[in-house]
């Protein structure tokens, strides 16, 4: 099955044996290169409207565009709409304005300009906590979080994100009630969890148990789940716990965007300086997860940037086209005569 604009469904793309690459950074970028630009309340999302800040925005997008086109791999971008929710819509100088919607086009414009490309590109809507996202303390009981990311998540979707996704969480009671917000959309959905290397989730459940949870609650559960905002030792370390064994036996995680810093989500919080790691040694953390745990959807998160998505792509595809790699659905459906030439913008 495809879209009217010839680009298969998420859940059909996610569901294939092909590696799916996701961006790096976003904020991170902003706030290391030209850090006032960032909106105290709505982070990048305002920058759609200023001339230098969606300036900035475009270059970071389309550096994460020309990266999945020159290896010709499915690509996963995301709207800048990780704070825009109701509380701090309301109180933000972009009141009013549907900003959710506005940020989703935006985004699509800069994707479409893409030709033939652009078909192998979905563009997410991006949602978070309403809390701290490395506070579980702060998260919202499940009716509470229904109701209150249900406004967001319907603005994202009525605008024709492709798929939604629940990113950084950290506590599953809020997470289990944003699902069942997204789930009413219609829309495909992902949850990406924080967890640590012991395999829990920051409010202490297992991830395992944390996926069952969400996957019990919901009428349509997601397509799959993700772990970010960790680093790719954190995660592996994770999956080799009697939990996490279970999580890869069950199928239900699906990828990963990975910081480039060891360091606990605590001790990241706030951190004045940038603490990185050479692209190359990113990329091999990522593959070594793909290689051993089956991970397919691989991004980048807090510290990275274009030249670690450009080593990690590279890698991606050197694999997917090794001898003997078995077709996958996205194969059939879009064609891998997509690595032909295409000029982008």
């Known amino acids: 099955m495809t879209t009217r604009r010839g680009r298969a469904p998420v859940d059909a793309v ?41 300036a900035v925005l475009r270059q970071i997008y389309r550096d994460y565009l020309a990266i999945g086109h020159r290896h010709a791999l499915p690509l996963l971008l995301l ?16 009141a009013g304005r549907d900003v959710n919607g506005d940020a989703v086009r935006f985004v699509r414009n ?15 809507g991006l ?17 509470d979080a229904r109701r209150f990311h249900a406004t967001q998540a319907s603005a994202l979707a009525a605008a024709g994100a492709d798929y939604l996704l629940a990113s950084t969480m ?45 996957d019990d609650a919901v009428a349509r559960a997601p397509v799959g789940f993700l772990v970010n905002c960790v680093h790719s030792s954190t995660l592996e370390a994770a999956l080799e716990t009697a939990g996490g064994r279970r999580v890869v036996a069950s199928g239900r995680l699906l990828g990963v965007q990975a910081n480039t810093s060891s360091k606990r989500p605590e001790e990241l919080d706030g951190l004045e300086t940038l603490d990185s790691e ?57 064609g891998r005569d997509a690595r032909g030439p295409v000029v982008g913008p």
Not at 84 to 93: E, I, K
Not at 133 to 141: M, S, V
Request: glycine fraction near 10%; aromatic fraction near 4%.
């Open 170 to 214: 950290p506590a599953v009671a809020e997470a289990v009630g944003m699902a069942e917000a997204l789930a009413a959309t219609g829309c495909p959905y992902l949850v990406s969890f924080i967890i640590r290397p012991s395999g829990h989730v920051l409010d202490g459940t297992p991830l395992d148990d944390a996926i069952h949870r969400v």
């Open 79 to 94: 709207a800048p709409t990780w704070r825009a929710n109701p509380d701090r819509l309301a109180v933000s100088r972009c």
């Open 278 to 334: 050479a692209a190359e040694v990113f990329a091999a953390g990522l593959c070594r997860l793909r290689d051993r745990f089956g991970l397919r959807a691989l991004g980048g998160c807090c510290g990275t940037d274009d030249t670690h998505i450009a080593v990690l792509a590279a890698a991606m595809a050197a694999a997917d086209d090794a001898p003997g790699r078995p077709e996958g659905e996205v194969d059939r459906v879009e």
């Open 110 to 124: 800069i994707r479409d300009a893409w030709g033939d490309y652009a078909r192998l590109v979905h563009v997410g």
């Open 127 to 143: 949602m978070g906590c309403r809390g701290d996202a490395y506070k579980p303390q702060e998260g919202l009981p499940r009716e």
């Open 14 to 54: 996610l569901a294939s044996r092909q590696p799916v690459l996701m961006e790096g950074a976003v904020v991170e970028r902003v706030r290391r290169n030209s850090p006032g630009l960032l909106d105290p309340l709505l982070v990048n999302a305002p920058l759609i409207y200023d001339a230098d800040g969606s």
